[in-house]
Each structure stands twice: as structure tokens, then as C-alpha cells.
């Protein structure tokens, strides 16, 4: 917004003012009606030959223009209007981008889970790794507009909403407060990028792979095997089934066999399956010989759960200790050596896995597993196979992570949103 102007000698303008770009980059300038060259940062006219732009020029429509100097206005009247707050819309497409939901397994319960009634701007959004009551407490005082939180506070469905239980409690001042809640939870540990990478980045670089490989969320397909008697025959079938509806996805290769029959591939959707199975059946020949087998979908590469990484330069089980107590931010992990083992015995190989990680890790040949929790009889059977364990607690697995995430949104939003990371979120567990 312009501050003030004034014209000197009749002939030079100076103004000083703040402009408002896309990305909400405030500068402040002197103008000058006699000058050609434009620098960021402080913004400056100088005499010179031509115009050149750190930015890139906006339409010359799109600035309100409040001087009268045609000069200046014709340099003016080039700049964009403040962009203003994201929509919610917005703002989850962007969450979606960096983790897609269907990256999330399927008994999670992710995505957008609050919806207020009324649209408004997002301004500040909250990251927390578990949305408590001291949590929603300082979300509702910074005046917030969505919260982000890793767990998802809403995960088995309610009958009803009352005050005698605490989610539910969250859940209605959410909504009487017009909070959004999002949560990404699994989505987040297997994107490539994710909790998992950034957890297992804490032993230092190294040859990382997935434990649980994830995969293309497309339709379900299925394989037909089937064989015809001729191909008169075969034709009949075909023709058939091309007026399932959805048929225009099917594909199929045809092998004649030397005795003059038709060997058949047939792939098709999980939604058309049953109605070519049922042509098929109808032939003696084809429901004889038919074979029935679903088509893996192609994996997500570094994408899924868990990681394993050879690291490029192998630690002390100490080292690798104390690595991890500065990457968490912790002052005490628990430790279970393996048989065998000693503080001085080497890691080479680390599988971890954020959060509750035994099912995922467990079994996996290495020399270091790294999570959040393990039941006591998981630890001793890791440890009898010579593995040792670290473990941190649940959440304090996950939580350095929101630090790191809100620096990628907040670069992705720009300054019209500011980005939080929860002061009230910690781990309900205490070493004291």
C-alpha cells in the first residue's frame, strides 16, 4: 500500500511505499520519474537504458494506481494486488501433493477430517503430532484456521458428540470454532521424502531401500486365462463381452495352438470381473480352462513403509546412540543390545520404521532396528537374533519431522500463510 508521496522541483517524485506480491515480499523504494532500471531488494530507480525485473512482470491491470503522474503511473499499474489467504481447498491440495492419501494404509483414517461450515481464508495453520486439549487451547488462541496433526484425532467413528469425552470435546470446539482438521499419518511415513526417510537420515547417509513397498492406487485389474476351440468361437465370446460396460479398458492377446485352438489373456477391472466371468462360464470350453489371477499394480518407487539403509559409513552401537539423541532432540533413548552385542560393536545395516514399527520391521535382517515402541516379547525376539534395538518413545519418533514439513509448506504457500509448529505437543511419556 502506498505510505505517502510528494513531488520535488516539479520534475523528480520520490515514493516510498510497500508493494505486495504473490508471495507477499514487502520492499520499500524510492521512485524516480526519470528512471529506467529496476533492482530488488531494496527496490531502486536509476537512469539507464532499460527496465529489468527480478519478478517477472504482472498484467498492467492488475495494480491499483493512485498517482497522478503518468510516468509513474505507467510503471505502477504493472503490479499485482496482494494474493490475499488460501482457500482450505487450496491449502489441501498442497498437502496432497507432497503425501497423496492413498499412500496411507488402508485401516488409517486420513485426509481432511473437520470441514468448517463456513469457507474463510486460511492465515495460520497449526502442525502438531497429536491434537490435545493444550493443543486445540493454543490453536484457538492464535485464531486458527486449520490444524495439521499427524495422529488423527478422529479414528474410530462416533455415535454421538458429547462433553463427557475428550475427542469429542476437540471435535465440537473445532467445529464451533471453525477449525479445519487434516491428517496425514500413514500417508506421510510412506512418501518418499516422508517421516521414514527423515528418521532413517538420522544415522547419516547411506543406501536406503523400502521395507513395504507401496503401489499404484489405480483400479484393481484381473487376468482371464481362457481357451477357445476355434476362433469362430473365440469371436462369439469377444463380441460378448465387449458390451460389458467399462469393456473399452479391457485388454487381451491371442496365441493359436498347433491343434487349431485359441489361447486368451483377458485383463480387465475388478468392476467389470464378474460379468465376463459369467460369459465365460457359460462356455464349456472357455469355463474349463479358465484361470483367475490379479494383476499386482506397478510400485511407487521410495515410496511405502519402513526403511532399511547400508550405511555409507558404519558407527558404534554409542555412535549410533548418540546420532539419534541429537537428530530426535532427546536426552535419553532406550536401548536393548543384541546377543553377542556391545556399545562397540558396529552398525552397518539400520532398519526403522516411525511410530509402533514392529510389525513393518520385525524379522528384517539388520543390525539396528530404530523406532518408537516394541512390545517386550518383540524386543527379545530382535535381540535373540543378535539385532539390537533403539527405541525412543512413539511420538518422539515423528515429532522432529513437523520442523522439517513446515518449512516445505510454508515454501509452498508463501508468506500469505503463516505455518506453525505446536509449542503444547509432546509425548505423553516422561523419563524423570
Known sequence: MFTRCKEL????????????FKNRFLCTSQLSTSSHSF??????????????????????????????????????????????????????????????????????????????????PVKTILLT????????????????DLIVSYHPPLFRPFKSLLQKDWKQRLAIRAIEGGIAIFSPHTSWDSAKGGVNDWLVGGMGSGQVSVLSQAHSSGPQKHRLEFSSMNEEELNRLLEQIRLIKGSATFQSSTIRSESGGQQVNLTCNSSALTAAVQI??????????LNITQVQQPPLLGCGQGRLSVLDNPVSISTAVQKMKTHLG????????????????MVKTVAVCAGSGAS???????????????????????????????????????RGFLTVFRDRLAARLGDTVTVTVSQRDRDPLQVI
Open 129 to 144: 503430532n497429536d491434537l490435545t486439549t493444550s493443543v486445540m487451547d493454543e490453536a484457538v488462541a492464535m485464531n486458527c
Open 9 to 20: 522541483s516539479g520534475k523528480l517524485l520520490h515514493l516510498s511505499c510497500s508493494i505486495s
Open 39 to 120: 533492482l530488488a531488494s531494496p527496490f531502486v530507480y536509476s537512469p539507464g537504458p532499460r527496465l529489468s525485473f527480478r519478478h517477472p512482470a504482472p498484467s498492467r491491470s492488475s495494480f491499483p494506481v493512485l498517482l497522478q503522474s503518468n510516468k509513474v503511473i505507467r510503471y505502477l499499474s504493472g503490479f499485482p494486488h496482494s494474493a490475499g489467504h488460501m482457500d482450505l481447498q487450496g491449502v489441501l491440495d498442497v498437502l496432497q501433493q507432497f503425501a497423496p492419501l492413498s499412500l496411507a494404509e488402508s485401516w488409517d483414517n486420513v485426509g481432511l477430517l473437520v470441514e468448517p461450515s463456513k469457507p474463510r
Open 330 to 345: 532427546l536426552p535419553h533413548l532406550r536401548l536393548a543390545l543384541g546377543d553377542q552385542q556391545t556399545l562397540d560393536s
Open 280 to 289: 465365460l462360464v457359460s462356455n464349456p470350453n472357455a469355463f474349463q480352462s
Open 360 to 398: 513393518v520391521i520385525q524379522g528384517v535382517k539388520a543390525d539396528l532396528y530404530i523406532t518408537g515402541e516394541m512390545s517386550h516379547h518383540e524386543v527379545l525376539d530382535a535381540v535373540s537374533k543378535g539385532t539390537s534395538v533403539i527405541l525412543s518413545e512413539h511420538s518422539n519418533s515423528e
